[in-house]
């Protein structure tokens, strides 16, 4: 990518809004907004990094097309580390669009997905893991999402990781000094100086793979299937989660055919709820044979199972039987639904022998509804991550350190078999380079393009 050239892009999310910010990024950002930005009294150049100033804006027909306010950040003391302007202007897309268009007339160019962030990994103001928390703040759809991104901002993961490459590259420093000065007078590696030392550093690197699976709860959340016979409540329960008529609710018998899932963050969680059809053997067409199929396959991917049971009625023998097959499989919480009618068929003794986890609710009313979020928190022991600690939230990070975590374990073996000291050195200086991905310092331009391709323009 040229760096010498001059980016342009709207920073703020397209629609109408207060304010629209107009970012441009390169060394002659500052002279091509002398072209349609002026000031009263002062000339562009003369005006301080970092200040507000109010400006007039202008189209390339010489039109004023807005009153906004200046901001300067010269290189290398801003976010890209080339010389960057801030527009301010009033927030109507079309408005934001033709200032962006102005700064294209007079020489700079549309900025891709992201690439205002990459300038700054490229220009050293970033690495690698911090560009990629920033992503993950912007995309954060919960609490603890936010949390766990902005401490990898401040480098929480990357302290961690730097760690154990210190402890790694000491072990290869050592090793190469007993090398290479034989005669000098340096502390000998031992085989049981490396193997203790490299267990540590393994089991570091294993504590914090254990972190990925919470971390992957915090960012694509947990996935939970509503389930039970056909015209339980399964889809007024949805609705009743997200707030709005979603599934499509009547008295007939297997209306719904099809999954249906929506995204709810309850209690600083996120869930993906699963509306399937109702299960039973008196299907009476091919499609809702294939919805009944699909309902088993939102089962097996759940991680908790939401059981309906209308309360109104009596429960059914195959109902139960189909409780007992998923408790086998999945925990499961019994939700007794239309609990705002008071009959004789409440609170089935058969059901309390089954499952221990129960919530009354009303779908219709929304009795225990609030309650659901506690609830599933609880059976997943979700309150047990700490979110203080380094979590283990993005993919790549994880294979990096599953491929250093199998050559730190080649090592061991290497050394358990005594082979000569020195032949570990190639393990352990490919785990270093494999470390060095992490923050970007060897790590291939696609992998840098992939990551910067998820931004939003204008980042």
């Keep these: 990518m040229e760096l010498l050239d001059t980016i342009a892009a709207i920073s703020t999310p397209i629609g109408n809004g207060g304010v629209g910010v107009i970012r441009i990024s390169g060394d002659s950002a500052l002279e091509i907004c002398k072209n349609f930005v002026k000031t009263a009294n002062l000339d562009l150049s003369d005006i301080s990094d970092r200040t507000m100033n109010f400006c007039k804006i202008f189209s390339s027909d010489g039109s004023q097309i807005d009153e906004a306010l200046f901001c300067i950040f010269r290189a290398p003391n801003s976010y890209t580390g080339e010389n960057v302007i801030e527009l301010f202007c009033h927030g109507g897309y079309v408005l934001c669009s033709n200032v962006v268009k102005s700064a294209i007339f007079y020489g700079a160019r549309q900025a891709k997905q992201g690439e205002f962030t990459k300038r700054a990994f490229l220009n050293g103001k970033l690495n690698l893991s911090k560009s990629e928390a920033i992503a993950d703040l912007i995309h954060a759809k919960t609490d603890h999402e936010v949390k766990i991104s902005a401490g990898n901002l401040r480098g929480n993961l990357d302290d961690k ?9 000491k072990i290869t420093s050592q090793i190469l000094a007993n090398i290479d000065f ?61 707030c ?24 600083g969680y996120l869930f993906n709820f699963y509306d399937t059809a109702g299960i039973h053997d008196n299907w009476r067409d091919e499609i809702e044979r294939i919805g009944i199929q699909l309902s088993e ?33 999945k925990p499961v919480v019994i939700l007794n639904n239309k609990c ?28 225990g509804i609030d309650k659901l979020g506690d609830v599933l928190v609880d ?20 294979n990096i350190l599953l491929r250093s975590h199998s050559l ?40 840098i393009k992939d990551i910067f391709s998820r931004f939003c323009v204008g980042k």
């Design 297 to 329: 396959k939102a089962i097996d991917s759940a991680q908790v199972v939401l059981f309906i049971v209308d309360i109104s009625r009596n429960i059914t023998n195959q109902e139960l039987d189909l409780l007992k097959n998923i408790k086998t499989r």
């Design 340 to 367: 705002d009618i008071q009959t004789h068929f409440c609170n089935d003794s058969r059901l309390v022998e089954l499952n221990k986890n129960q919530l009354d609710i009303s779908a219709l009313t929304g009795i």
């Design 379 to 398: 059976i997943l022991n979700l309150k047990s991550i700490n979110l203080q600690e380094p979590i283990i939230c993005n993919p790549r990070h994880e």
């Design 182 to 242: 034989p005669d000098e007078d340096i502390d000998e590696v031992t085989y049981h100086n490396i193997d203790s030392v490299l267990k540590k550093i393994v089991q570091d690197v294993t504590n914090l793979l254990s972190t990925s699976k919470s971390g992957n709860i915090i960012k694509n959340g947990v996935n939970i299937a509503i389930v039970g016979a056909p015209n339980v409540g399964k889809s007024s329960l949805l609705n009743a989660i997200v």
């Design 244 to 267: 709005e008529n979603r599934a499509i609710v009547t008295d007939i018998p297997g209306t719904t055919r099809d999954i249906i899932v929506e995204q709810v963050n309850l209690n």
């Design 161 to 169: 990781i730097q760690k154990i490459k210190d402890e790694i590259l």
């Design 408 to 447: 730190l374990n080649e090592t061991l073996e290497l050394i358990g078999n005594r082979v000569p000291i020195d032949v570990c050195l190639d393990n352990l200086e490919e785990c270093l380079q494999v470390l060095g991905e992490f923050q970007g310092q060897s790590v291939s331009d696609i992998i």
